[in-house]
């Protein structure tokens, strides 16, 4: 059995972020400024040269992304159960009522064909989540916002790097989303990017810091002026360098930990998929998958226990695991306020008492791996199910 504990996404943090966070700290500029602008330059860039923000969230970027397309009090946003709450929690914040539909079987993302049935004359938008880095359907989303003249806002925090046919997420026609929480593909410890069209993006970077008419980075340098003027009442959402610092070193490596993250999966896929007990992740033939979370559904008809039992079994063997996501209409507010049932969404309920998170991240060593491997065929052989009375 492994000796020490596997955690489950430590950040894979190396000498030249550090160099690069110290470089800020002693360059007399900490705030928004230079190397933030050159992480939204570089990351644009990898967004087929789309203008993005730099925030101190994802969280901040989708609240954004619905302020700007003028979502409020009385409207209506389509998404998904299977997210986590930052999604549901900022369509609340700006008034709107969160509208779920239930998922897709095998990817866990949003099913298209259950969109039309929820519209009213109140949606005025749909967030698709690219849950696990899986790209959602966005053809058949994308053709039914035109037609019902609705917005659509990508929740990324899962999706970097990932391709739906050929294009990168964040590169398509909707305001997007992505996160650099310590456990995404790539991190800043906290922070997000917001990218978009350069009217959204533009208003996006004005309320981000307080509704100002001008960048306050400019403010404090030669030539920057002390005028500023309110132009409406805005958020403190920047990102600021010491932050940027550490995501322009991590982009950098983000197909290095790509090839890795890969690589892990393939393992993954060759040790387990002949095991009945589990069911391995769907893929697409027509997306790149950006692998944030290997989810795996534990089979209870071939596994004593279910989930929780094979959770805990591997925690014992030292094995760092999680659950992503507790659907959405499960959470006690969200619950009370919307008079949700137990059935109300049965393919995401179905699959959230199957579902467990395996490690997955850059860091890990092909010990690791096989380390992984090894506790989940063990637990595998040692929960047989209860047999049944005849
Ligand atoms: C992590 C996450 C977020 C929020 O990202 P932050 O950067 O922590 O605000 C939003 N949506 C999903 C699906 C996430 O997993």
Known sequence: MRQSYLPFSPPLIGEEEI???????RSGWISSGPRTRQFEIDFGQLCEGRQALGL???????????????????DEVITTPITFAATVNMIEMVGARPVLVDVEPDTLNIDPRRIEGAITSKTRAIMPVHFA???????????????RGLRVIEDAAHALPAKYKGRTIGAGPNPTAFSFYATKNITTGEGGMLVGDDQLVTEARITCLHGMSREAWNRYGKGGSWRYDIVRPGLKYNMFDIQAAIGMCQLKKLAQFQERRQAIVRAYFDALSDEPGVKLPAHRDHVEHAWHLFVIRVQEEFVGGGRDQFLEELTKRNIGTSVHFIPIHMHSYYQNKYRYRHGDFPIAEQNFAQMLSLPLNPAMTDTDVEDVVDAVKQVLRNLKPARRAA
């Open 19 to 25: 160099a690069e966070v110290v470089d800020a700290l």
């Open 56 to 74: 101190n969230s994802c969280t901040a970027g989708l609240h954004l992304a619905l302020l700007g397309l003028g979502v409020g009090a009385g």
């Open 133 to 147: 880095g899986h790209p959602a359907e966005m053809d058949p989303i994308n053709e039914i916002a035109s037609e």
